[in-house]
Structures are given as structure tokens and as C-alpha cells.
T-cell receptor
Framework: AQSVTQLGSHVSVSEGALVLLRCNYS??????LFWYVQYPNQGLQLLLKYTSAATLVKGINDFEAEFKKSETSFHLTKPSAHMSDAAEYFC?????????????FGQGTTLQVKP | EAQVTQNPRYLITVTGKKLTVTCSQNMNHEYMSWYRQDPGLGLRQIYY???????DKGDVPEGYKVSRKEKRNFPLILESPSPNQTSLYFC????????????FGPGTRLTVL
């Protein structure tokens, strides 16, 4: 069975500092991995996804993530945090083989950005 | 504008009173899903549909029903709501493949008293 673990339910950084949100996955088949962001009182918005092409994936708002098969990780980074990045972030893996339309989500990480 | 819409956005009800949360997408997507979001648990799939008249259970289907009579609509039905169904609900749609992006609605916050 596939699973996702996000290390750290809360991460706090200063404005301008590096953002690093950790995600590890477990999958018996080649995974398709996603990072979503949820701003207060809104739905989930896709930041980026890995679909077995390049291992370094670039997304919106200068976020990027690197797929590391040997470490079963897909950590999310951003070089310089902005106040507007404060939100909850979810890592997810698409269930397979076969498509059930299900994303298996991690528990979420709340990012706080301090001025 | 391509989007997934849900109604209502907020709902307070009482135990046992049947309710329906509507979901509609305008992207001609094959797949649609319902998730519930609870603190510390992330999102969990309740039901999904691969096409019209084709639905199946997700991880937490107890106490819920769905139907897919039209491609664009996927309502979630709680026939006899209970307090443990108090949660934030999201509808999502997806074109068809595992690598395709899921697009989420704005959410419905349900409180069952």
C-alpha cells in the first residue's frame, strides 16, 4: 500500500529565508507525486507534480521539489520565503497501479512566515 | 473559467436530517472524487467516479452516498448525518490518468449537531 509522511506539522521561517518542507513516500510502483497548497478558507491548489520525467520539478511561485528514489523523498523548497507563502502544504501520491482517482495525502505541514 | 464548484460552502445541521452537497465541474473530466479533511489526518477519499453511472468506495465511505448521472455533477449525500461527519469536504475532478492533476473545489464546511 502506498503512503506519504510529512515530517513536521508546523514549520516556521523568517521572511527571506529558505523554505524546506519534507515529504517521504512509500510505493511499490513508480510513483506520481504532487504538492498542493491550501490557503485559509480555500481549496487545494497544485504547486507542482512529478510524473517520471525530470527529477527536479519546478512549480509556481518559485517552489521546486526533487524526486530522490534512493531516499524515497520529494521535499519541497523555495529559496526565499514571502509572507504570502503562509499556508498549509500537502504532499500526495497518486494511487496505483490502475487509476482510482485517489490521491493519498500526507498529514499536512503548516508554514508560518515571520516578518 | 475552468473550475469545480461546490454548494453550500457552509452548512450546520442536526443529527439525522438528510442533506446533499452538490459538486459540478466544467472541464469535461472523467474522474471525480469526494474527500474529507480532518486535522492531523490530511485528506481521505470518500467515494470516486470514473464516469457516468460508475462509482466506487474510497477509504471512508460509511455514512455517505454518491451518484453520477451526468458527467459534470457528482453530489454527495448524507442520508442520516451524525456528529462524526462534522468535517471539511472537498470535491475534485481529474481528466483521467494517474499523472493528471486533480482540481479541487473550494470546500464545504459541515457541522452536525
Amino acid at each position: 500500500a502506498q503512503s506519504v509522511t510529512q515530517l513536521g506539522s508546523h514549520v516556521s521561517v523568517s521572511e527571506g529565508a529558505l523554505v524546506l518542507l519534507r515529504c517521504n513516500y512509500s510505493s511499490s510502483v513508480p510513483p506520481y507525486l504532487f504538492w498542493y497548497v491550501q490557503y485559509p478558507n480555500q481549496g487545494l491548489q497544485l504547486l507542482l507534480k512529478y510524473t517520471s520525467a525530470a527529477t527536479l520539478v519546478k512549480g509556481i511561485n518559485d517552489f521546486e521539489a526533487e524526486f530522490k528514489k534512493s531516499e524515497t523523498s520529494f521535499h519541497l523548497t523555495k529559496p526565499s520565503a514571502h509572507m504570502s507563502d503562509a499556508a498549509e502544504y500537502f504532499c500526495a501520491v497518486s494511487e496505483g497501479p490502475g487509476n482510482t482517482g485517489k490521491l493519498i495525502f500526507g498529514q499536512g505541514t503548516t508554514l508560518q512566515v515571520k516578518p | 473559467e475552468a473550475q469545480v464548484t461546490q454548494n453550500p460552502r457552509y452548512l450546520i445541521t442536526v443529527t439525522g436530517k438528510k442533506l446533499t452537497v452538490t459538486c459540478s465541474q466544467n472541464m469535461n473530466h472523467e474522474y471525480m472524487s469526494w474527500y474529507r479533511q480532518d486535522p492531523g489526518l490530511g485528506l481521505r477519499q470518500i467515494y470516486y467516479s470514473m464516469n457516468v453511472e460508475v462509482t466506487d468506495k474510497g477509504d471512508v465511505p460509511e455514512g455517505y452516498k454518491v451518484s453520477r448521472k451526468e458527467k459534470r455533477n457528482f453530489p454527495l449525500i448524507l442520508e442520516s448525518p451524525s456528529p462524526n461527519q462534522t468535517s471539511l469536504y472537498f470535491c475534485a475532478s481529474q481528466l483521467g490518468g494517474q499523472r493528471d492533476t486533480q482540481y479541487f473545489g473550494p470546500g464545504t464546511r459541515l457541522t452536525v449537531l
